[in-house]
Nanobody
Framework: QVQLVESGGGLVQAGDSLRLSCTASGRTFSPFAMGWFRQAPGGEREFVGS????????YYTDSMKGRFTISRDSAKNTVYLQLDRVKPEDAAIYYC????????????????WGQGTQVTVSS
């Protein structure tokens, strides 16, 4: 069983940057990919993007391209989400997740989920 723990959320001022982390523990960790989702109050969960674990190649949904950067440190079993030029509409709970086979995260399906970290944006 893989456990995912996010950190790095909190209050950020619009225009600033923020980096979220997600560290995996548990059984030998070798997912196909890890990704990030977010869910704003009253909204649906949105897929932000993912990183293929072996190559580090990233994928983003069109609406998330430009200000979000996903990276991973496989030695630390950690995936990161960098948010730049944060906007009020970025306020949400951010979740990390894993997939053991391709094309699951993009469909909102994950093999493991973190508990989420809250990002609040002041304007």
């Amino acid at each position: 069983q893989v456990q995912l723990v996010e950190s790095g959320g909190g209050l950020v001022q619009a225009g600033d940057s923020l980096r979220l982390s997600c560290t995996a523990s548990g059984r030998t960790f070798s997912p196909f990919a890890m990704g990030w989702f977010r869910q704003a109050p009253g909204g649906e969960r949105e897929f932000v993007g993912s990183v293929k674990w072996d190559t580090g190649i990233t994928y983003y949904t069109d609406s998330m391209k430009g200000r979000f950067t996903i990276s991973r440190d496989s030695a630390k079993n950690t995936v990161y989400l960098q948010l730049d030029r944060v906007k009020p509409e970025d306020a949400a709970i951010y979740y990390c997740a894993t997939e053991d086979r391709p094309a699951r995260l993009v469909r909102g399906i994950a093999d493991a989920w973190g508990q989420g970290t809250q990002v609040t944006v002041s304007s």
